[in-house]
């Protein structure tokens, strides 16, 4: 409509596998890296949108929908998963009194 | 009936009144088991005398067949022949006789009818061996009578003081036995392998008409195995020294069995495979000289021994010896002449010593026995009938037999005759010591001995008195050429012929005038050591001192030689060692310790990777994160 | 190089900084803003791409919804002090090597990764609500079913996880 | 597709019916909703009305197969579980139906023929066990667990959807046989996007079936979750994640065999090692299951790695004989309901209660692979397979198969031992009806079983 | 069939016969049984090639045939566990253990097991009841032994379990046909025989089999749960193992090891035999010195079965057939053996050979009855020992002189340790202990013994024409169906 297609004008698709890519590892540091539950939800949640970025880009790139409804599925599933998570955040700070992923180490060895 | 019938009969009789004393023996009243033992030996030695009398031919008897196998076939069967039957008539005479003294000596033991439940059963396997077709059933008795020869020599096993040490010179017994059988086994898979056959007969027809012979090295392997063998059951060098300690065993055993019968297994077996021998000159020499030496060193050993059963012991061990000189130099009929000799009077004198040791309360050591000529007459003289026919005295039987050997020995070598000699002299020498200690003098044992002292009852003073006559006039069984010429040479004769195909091969006797002149020397021996006996012994009255105070030869001699040391030093304690070391170290540590190890390296390892298992989420996934790096890792070095 | 390509390199760079504040900013709440900055950054992205639809939900349900729902529950649970335990030296070192390696190894499997012809429609009309309307209910109407019997799933999920638990009953 | 219907709505109506504070009519719903739903799936089986294809969905045999034996361990694992969902009878109804629902998501994960359904399956199977795990509210390890599986679980989601996302820049396609078609068509020249989305898709496999690295999160969730989650994860969970995983990577990917089959042996290695030697010194039951169910995942693995016409029946055959032994084991676990689920607990099992002791014993040695047990004939069909491609992958499973029978043996050995003579006796544990009902199954199928597999 | 029915009654039925029956209980399926196991021997002409007990002419997908039958080979061992069952439950008729349901009916079912390892013949079935075999006898030990068995115990059940996965290794890689040149038909026996193998993988196959057996028998460096294991098991737990599960190795390697293998058995001959020696002569040297009377015959069955395991590998008819009457023999023996060091346990409660003595005059009848053992386990002459250490030091001599002589050492130091053991502890004064003499059915147990010794130690012949023509045609089949690799 406004834009034919950004891939007509120079941009490749390498520069969203790239970004895509680097969004991801930076989810996954962020996991690895933070220590309070939440954060480390939402970077999940980061690495999710980078897949969604991806998704979106092949789905523009062989202008085929699909992608685009399974990104929305993603999204779908994004929600669900933020509900239980968050849910379960909140059960373990009942009891706890902190969502720092590093004081449950119960089950161990 | 026919011979055919008859042999197995000899087997037969002592096999049942074993199993009858064995099973029924403790409830029955001793009389009638020591009758029903001393019968069934008796009937044996009719049903022989019978055989003996039949016999004009081998006769070769088929059992059953045992082992039937592609290239092992193996029967039990007899041979009667002159040699077997011979040595049938020796055993079960003499067996019987000692089955006769037993019922006396042994009526007051608790093991009363064990005892003759293993006699019987001796005789049986004794007899198995002898009268076997092959050596495979040779062998079947060859164990055997160790077996019965083990059970009785530990017969007083739960005696206080000395029920383990009897167990102990038991096993010895058995072991050294072992050993020899060992060799004996390897023999006979020789002779398989070779001949493939173990059948006497078939044997002698291969090798004396066929004349197919293995190598020079193969007849040597052969006969040296089974002179292996004989050594251990004959107690030669190295395997003698369980005999003297066998002597633990209540007399009449010492006399059946390691005096009469069970110890000249060895000299059966060498004159059955004499075939075997004639063709390896090398073991013959060897036999010659380990018998000498067996003979000097047993002889030298008895010289300085207090134990009135262990001087006839390692008497007997000397007579052995001189017997495998016989053997080595060829001399097998005069061989099988001095086992009928020996058997007679070493029965004798193990009798007359167990006559002996009954009187006085079971006292053996002779330094507290002195002055028995008085008390217990009849038992002093046959002693003494023994003791001449064992010096060699001349005209007794002992005399013609030695004078054999020693005729041989003397065309065979001058030197091997003059150490016989010396032998010889030794022999006499210490047998009139112990002679003299025993009945000359005054009495040396404990006021309560004195008392009791008294002649044993007719059962045993029975036996003495026949082997006593049988030693006086058992010389002229085979006299020498020199008397009664039609005559002479008797048992020689018979056993030449008609022995199963395998006739003896003899060497030549030695002429007259040499023959004459060695009798001389042989006198002279005898009647030298007699008088200077006499004179130190008898007269002065010396009794023989402490072993403590012994010094020199002496000490060396009273303590055998230290050979018992030796071996303990050289087998006994390796072994033990072994296996305490190997248990410990090897079993132990090494072997277990490997499985252990790795069960302890799986369960450390175990340790290791539960670490890994941090708790920590985020370690979690930063592992996972590793497996996907190293995943993509892969792709990169693999494409 | 053309506009469009200065303003897809502008708005990456953009996103890729915002995405690292979310990870590095040591505030809880700044985390969750700079992520909404993210959400936002992303939804350009996908206009870019012509994909309006997505970027629509994106900002409707990422960044309105879901975020709103960290936010509170990062309000609710208090948690907004600058109070977050700090990792272990030990594995932030780790965590960045291990980041860095993927991104290395990523970068390095894909750098000249063969990509499938781009068809020639240029008319590209994928990403406005009516098409993907049409997909969603025709082809994908098996999973969008299904996707209920996630939602019942995680609702009963959260619903038993969360609800505090009254003194049991009798 | 009918069958996950009944079973959906069986879930419901458990959810609903739960208000009526009748915890055995949510039983009998949920009990008629698995068995209407297996008689489906079989009828659909026995009648091949075509079978019936769905976009997204097809219930093939493979489908149907697995479908079966899933339904099956649901139906055991909600029998057995029902005596300690009664202790919360408000609570009856949400247990039962999420464990329905995470049915549905294993059927889904066995029979979809594109990547939505996959992920959809993958998700629906997934989301209820991860509340499910810490369906233990007031324990705080119930908790952890539940947390560390959804952490974990989100980030392998993550990592899947990447691959996935690869997998369509690669191909442009997310239907299976398009994606096989594709794959196959271009056989050698494949771009990376294809392997790195492989890889990736991989990676999150294994961390479903919680093979090495990829296993962390399982022993200490089987640790944490209450031990019907616990049971339901080990088989039916696994159930799924293994078809999806054959049907993925036997057919899917069957043309990058020999890209990914030298990886997949060398993780498989790795998980049978990890998880029996970090198994030996276990005191803690669930623990040692999950170890030990790591072992067993790296022996399913050869399944996959193997290709040949026989795999998924002897991926089938394993994970059925797997199934009854942990369900066992499970149920013997919750009717000897230690606190703190050590496994001394075990301890003179035989002599209390023979019979559960007897099944204890036979799940353990089920599972060590001692003939004539089905564990061993489930272990046979797959080494032999696999013996005639990957000897020396089959020598190192049958040496990990001589270490795990350390700590199989060594429970063995406890449940026959005598209680120790100065601690208080344990009393005779109660079992009801229905645990021994599941009891006398697992046992026939134990012992009996092994023969049919064969046949 | 009635011959694996019957025993699996009787192991079901113990399960719920009331605890005053029991011993009967536990007499009359004994009795049964070997009555059975002897009818079975009774018609069984050695001539005939095979006699099928189960066929259902019908393999299963996975290449189980179910195939179970005996030719000589099989039958003789069928009749030995049949009536060393009965003799173990004889012996063990006056102890409160008898009563036990438990323990009867793991005898039965362990009977039931040995049974099939004997029938099988199909190699997966073999494998199966082979490891089926191991949980009874763990079972009896774990429960009724010593009060530290359990260490032993682990120890035994995962070496010999370890050991036995290389034979199932083995086994599945000829079915499997990756190192020949077709898979196989089924796991029946003749299927696997009709596979080639390449000298390599039969090597390896080999090895497998190997490793299984000699675990189980045990050859020498793999030996050492044994006499731990025998140590702590009670009394009917050793004589199982003893005398029946070591006999399933020894029949395994005639049955299975030589015949699917044959290729490599001239690579492993030397080595199996040196095993075999090394082992005779050093758990005879280690017995020598043993403390513990039960060790001391452990250690005592470890050297008797080194030799077995050196004429199996013989592979001539010859030494073979001593192998089964030294098998035999060995079963018999252990049997004695075993019997007798629990009845000194049982009575003084002391098994250290120090402490004991003097048992003989408490109780001449023991004594005697154990020196017939004795004799019998040092191949004394007239006893089976004899003949069957007789034709395999016989073979073992005729392979190779050297060795022959060293192996043929185990009957002097066989006597040495036998005898010092027996003599320790029956000779010399009686110790305060009081020891009644036997009860009718131990002196049962030792009367048949020793019926059974002396009659194999008179006339062989007995077992030989029974086996011979089975193992004729057995080897008869190695050398037709495979071309040896020399």
């Known amino acids: 409509m406004i834009l034919a297609s950004i891939f007509e004008s120079g941009v490749s698709i390498q520069f969203y596998i790239v970004l895509s890519t680097i969004l991801f590892a930076i989810g996954v540091l962020g996991v690895l890296i933070r220590k309070n539950a939440i954060i480390v939800l939402m970077c999940v949640e980061i690495m999710l949108n980078a897949v969604n970025l991806l998704m979106v880009a092949f789905s523009t790139y062989f202008g085929n929908g699909d992608a685009q409804v399974f990104v929305f599925f993603i999204m779908v599933v994004a929600a669900a998963e933020a509900t239980i998570g968050l849910s379960i955040l909140v059960l373990l700070y009942r009891n706890n009194r902190s969502v720092d992923i590093g004081l449950f180490n119960k089950l161990k060895g | ?639 | 190089m053309s506009s469009l390509e200065i303003i897809a390199t502008v708005l990456g760079g953009l996103t890729i900084g915002s995405a690292l504040m979310v990870v590095l900013s040591p505030h809880p709440v700044r985390s969750v803003l700079y992520l909404i900055l993210t959400f936002f950054l992303i939804s350009g992205n996908y206009i870019l791409m012509n994909a309006q639809f997505i970027a629509v939900v994106n900002i409707i349900v990422y960044a309105g919804a879901i975020m709103v729902l960290f936010l509170f529950v990062l309000m609710l649970l208090n948690l907004s002090k600058d109070n977050e335990p700090k990792s272990s030296i030990k594995m932030k070192i780790a965590a960045t090597f291990a980041g860095g390696a993927l991104l290395t190894v990523l970068i390095a499997a894909l750098k000249d990764s063969v990509i499938l012809p781009k068809t020639e429609m240029l008319e590209n009309q994928q990403g406005m609500v009516e098409n993907l309307g049409q997909l969603l209910f025709t082809k994908y109407v098996l999973p969008f079913e299904m996707s209920s019997i996630l939602f019942i799933a995680a609702m009963v999920g959260a619903v038993l996880l969360a609800k505090r638990e009254k003194q049991i009953i009798e | 597709m009918v069958a996950l219907i009944v079973i959906f709505i069986s879930g419901l109506l458990s959810l609903f019916l739960a208000f009526a504070k009748k915890p055995w009519l949510v039983l009998l719903t949920a009990s008629a909703g698995l068995i209407a739903g297996g008689i489906s799936l079989f009828t659909q089986f026995y009648y091949q009305y075509d079978f019936i294809h769905y976009e997204g969905l097809k219930f093939d045999g493979f489908a149907v197969a697995f479908g079966l034996i899933a339904i099956l361990f649901t139906l055991l694992v909600v029998l057995t579980g029902y005596s300690s969902f009664k202790d919360k009878p408000q609570h009856t109804g949400d247990y039962i139906a999420l464990l329905l629902f995470s049915l549905t998501g294993a059927l889904c994960m066995l029979s979809f023929t594109d990547m939505f359904m996959f992920f959809l399956g993958l998700e629906i199977l997934s989301i209820p066990i991860y509340v499910m795990a810490g369906s233990n509210k007031d324990d705080v390890r119930s908790s952890e667990a539940s947390l560390k599986y959804f952490m974990t679980g989100a980030f392998a989601t993550g990592v899947l959807l990447f691959g996935i996302a690869w997998i369509y820049g690669g191909t442009a396609s997310f239907k299976l046989d398009e994606i096989t078609a594709f794959i196959y068509n271009a056989e050698g020249t494949h771009s990376s996007l294809i392997y790195i989305g492989l890889l990736m898709i991989l990676s999150a496999f294994l961390f479903k079936v919680g093979a090495a690295p990829f296993h962390f999160w399982s022993p200490d969730v089987y640790d944490g979750s209450p031990h019907i989650v616990t049971g339901f994860m080990a088989a039916v969970v696994k159930l799924g994640a293994f078809g999806a995983f054959m049907k993925i990577f036997s057919v899917t990917f069957a043309g990058l065999h020999d890209f990914w089959a030298p990886a997949l042996s060398v993780l498989a290695i790795l998980t049978m090692f990890v998880g029996n030697l970090s198994a030996l010194k276990q005191i803690r039951f669930k623990r040692l299951l999950a170890y030990s169910s790591i072992t067993h995942v790296g022996y399913a693995l050869l399944t996959i790695i193997v290709q040949s016409p026989d795999s998924a029946f002897n991926l089938w055959a394993y994970i059925f004989s797997y199934g009854f032994s942990t369900i066992g084991l499970i149920t013997v676990a919750i009717i000897i309901h230690d606190e703190e689920d050590r496994i001394e607990a075990f301890r003179g099992l035989v002599r209390r209660n023979p019979f559960t002791g007897f099944v204890a014993i036979l799940g353990l040695l089920s599972l060590a692979g001692v003939p004539p047990l089905m564990g061993f004939f489930g272990k046979f069909l797959v080494f032999s397979e696999a013996i005639t491609q990957y000897p020396w992958l089959v020598a190192i499973a049958i040496i990990n198969s001589g270490i795990g029978i350390f700590y199989y043996l060594r429970m063995v050995i406890l449940v026959l031992q005598k209680e120790d003579d100065d601690k208080p006796k344990t009393p005779r544990h109660k079992v009801p009806v229905l645990q021994m009902i599941v009891l006398a199954i697992c046992a026939l199928a134990l012992l009996f079983g092994g023969n049919m597999l064969i046949f | 069939m009635e011959l694996l029915i019957i025993p699996s009654l009787f192991a079901l039925a113990a399960l719920v016969i009331p605890r005053n029956f029991m011993r009967y209980f536990g007499l009359a399926g004994g009795v049964t049984s070997a009555v059975v196991a002897i009818v079975h021997a009774v018609y069984y002409a050695p001539t005939t090639k095979y006699v099928s007990l189960f066929d259902p002419n019908w393999t299963s997908t996975f290449g189980l045939s179910y195939k179970m039958g005996y030719d000589g080979i099989s039958l003789i061992m069928v009749v030995l566990t049949n009536v060393i069952t009965l003799l173990i439950l004889l012996s063990n008729f006056n102890k409160e253990l008898a009563s036990n349901k438990m323990f009867t009916a793991m005898v039965f079912f362990m009977q039931v097991a040995l049974l099939g390892v004997f029938t099988s013949m199909d190699g997966l079935l073999f494998y199966i009841f082979w490891e089926i075999t191991l949980i009874p006898v763990f079972l009896i030990a774990l429960w009724f032994g010593a009060p530290g068995r359990k260490q032993a115990l682990i120890k035994f059940f995962i070496y010999t379990f370890v050991g036995s996965l290389a034979m199932l290794l083995a086994l599945m890689a000829i079915k499997t046909g990756i190192c020949g040149n077709l898979p196989a038909a089924s796991f029946a026996v003749e299927d696997l025989m009709a596979v080639q193998l390449s000298a390599c993988s039969a090597c390896w196959i080999f090895g497998g089999f190997l490793f299984a057996f000699a675990v189980k028998i045990p050859l020498f460096p793999f030996h050492t749960w044994q006499p731990d294991t025998y140590t702590n098991s009670p009394m009917a737990g050793t004589m199982l193992l003893s005398a029946l599960m070591l006999k399933m190795a020894l029949y395994g390697m005639i049955r299975w090891m030589i015949p699917l293998a044959p290729e490599s058995l001239e690579s492993y001959k030397l080595p199996i035999i040196i095993l075999g020696t090394i082992g005779v002569v050093y758990a005879a040297i280690l017995a020598i010195k043993q403390n513990d009377i039960k060790r001391t015959f452990a250690f005592a069955s470890i050297s008797h079965v080194g030799l077995i395991a050196a004429g199996i590998v013989l592979l001539n008819v010859d030494s073979t057939m001593g192998v089964f009457v030294q098998m035999i023999n060995h079963s018999l023996v252990a049997v004695g053996l075993f019997l007798a060091v629990d009845i000194i346990e049982s009575r003084t409660g002391i098994r250290n050979m120090s402490e004991l003595g003097g048992i003989a005059k408490q109780a001449p009848k023991f004594a005697f009855w154990f020196g017939v053992v004795a004799l019998a386990s040092i191949s004394v002459p007239l006893t089976s020992g004899f003949i069957g250490e007789f034709l395999l030091v016989r073979g073992v001599y005729s392979y190779n002189w050297i060795i022959g002589l060293v192996i043929g050492s185990t009957l002097v130091y066989g006597a040495v340790y036998t005898l010092r053991a027996y003599q320790l502890s029956m000779y010399g004064p009686s110790k305060n202990f009081n020891f009644p003499d036997l009860t009718w059915n131990e002196w049962l147990v030792f009367f048949i013994l020793m019926v059974l010794i002396v009659i194999l130690g008179v006339y062989p012949q007995l077992v030989i024409d029974f086996v011979q023509p089975s193992v004729t045609r057995l080897f008869e089949n190695i050398h037709s169906s495979k071309i040896l690799v020399q």
């Not at chain 2, 402490?546 to 040391?565: F, H, R, T, V």
Request: some cysteine; glycine content about 10%; overall charge neutral.
């Open chain 2, 1 to 639: 009936m026919s011979v055919q019938q008859l042999v197995p009969l000899i087997l037969l009789f002592p096999l049942i009144g074993g199993i009858i004393n064995g099973i029924f023996g403790k409830k029955l009243p001793k009389a009638l088991v020591g009758s029903l033992a001393t019968l069934a030996s008796t009937l044996s030695f009719a049903t022989a005398l019978m055989v003996f009398f039949q016999l004009n031919e081998p006769v070769k008897i088929h059992l059953f067949r045992m082992i039937d196998l592609e290239d092992l076939r193996l029967s039990a069967s007899l041979l009667a022949d002159n040699l077997s039957l011979w040595m049938v008539l020796i055993i079960t005479g003499i067996g019987s006789l000692i089955h006769l003294f037993s019922m006396g000596y042994m009526k007051h033991d608790a093991g009363y009818s064990k005892f003759f439940t293993y006699l019987n059963l001796f005789i049986f396997a004794m007899l198995i061996l002898v009268l076997g077709s092959n050596y495979f059933m040779l062998f079947f008795g060859w164990e055997g009578v160790g077996i019965c020869s083990y059970f009785l020599i530990g017969f007083h096993y739960s005696d206080a003081e000395k029920g383990m040490l009897n167990g102990i010179a038991a096993r010895k017994a058995f072991i050294m036995n072992r050993i020899g059988d060992l060799g004996l086994l390897i023999g006979l898979f020789l002779i398989l392998s070779q001949f493939g056959t173990l059948e006497y007969q078939e044997l002698a027809n291969i090798v004396t008409v066929d004349k197919i012979l293995g190598t020079p090295w193969m007849m040597f392997g052969i006969t040296m195995c089974l002179f292996i063998g004989a050594t251990g059951k004959s107690a030669q060098i190295p395997l003698f020294t369980w005999l003297p300690d066998a002597m633990a065993g209540p007399t009449p055993v010492s006399a059946l069995i390691h005096a009469a019968t069970m110890v000249t297994a060895g000299i059966f077996l060498v004159v059955r495979s004499n075939f075997f021998f004639e063709h390896a000159p090398m073991t013959q020499e060897i036999m010659l000289y380990i018998g000498l030496a067996t003979s000097l060193v047993a002889a030298f050993i008895a010289m300085r021994q207090n134990d009135i059963k262990k001087v006839l012991a390692y008497s007997t061990v000397s007579q052995l010896g001189l017997l495998f000189v016989a053997l080595g130099m060829g001399a097998y009929t005069a061989a099988i002449f001095h086992v009928t000799t020996h058997a007679f009077f070493k029965a004798l004198l193990f009798l007359g010593s167990g006559s002996v040791i009954h009187a006085m309360s079971d006292e053996q050591d002779i330094r507290k026995m002195g002055g028995l000529r008085k008390k217990i007459p009849l038992t002093h003289l046959t002693f003494l009938i023994g003791t001449l026919a064992i010096t060699g005295f001349p005209l007794l039987s002992g005399f013609f037999s030695k004078d054999e050997i020693v005729g041989h020995a003397f065309s065979h070598n001058v030197v091997i005759y003059g150490i016989l000699m010396f032998s010889i002299l030794l022999t006499a020498i210490y047998m009139f010591r112990m002679y003299f200690v025993v009945f000359f003098g005054t009495f040396r044992g404990t006021h309560e001995q004195e008392h009791h002292v008294h002649e044993g009852p007719a059962s045993m003073t029975l036996p003495l008195v026949i082997l006593a006559i049988l030693s006086v006039f058992g010389g002229l069984l085979n006299l020498p050429g020199i008397w009664l010429k039609g005559q002479a040479h008797w048992l020689s004769h018979h056993l030449e012929h008609n022995t199963g195909g395998l006739n003896l091969i003899e060497a030549e006797h030695a002429d007259n005038g040499i023959t004459l002149m060695l009798m001389i020397i042989a006198v002279a021996v005898c009647l030298g050591a007699l008088v200077v006996c006499y004179l130190v012994y008898g007269k002065k009255q010396n009794v023989p001192v402490e072993d403590a105070e012994l010094s020199g030869w002496q000490k060396i001699s009273a303590n055998k030689l230290y050979i018992d040391e030796i071996y303990n030093f050289l087998f006994v304690r390796p072994t033990e060692w072994l296996s305490v070391v190997g248990h410990k170290f090897i079993e132990i540590m090494f072997l277990n310790g490997i499985i252990l190890g790795f069960a302890k390296g799986i369960g450390a390892s175990g340790e290791l990777v539960k670490k890994w298992q941090t708790g920590r989420v985020n370690w979690y996934i930063l592992w996972m994160v590793g497996g996907i790096v190293g995943l993509i890792v892969y792709y990169l070095v693999k494409i």
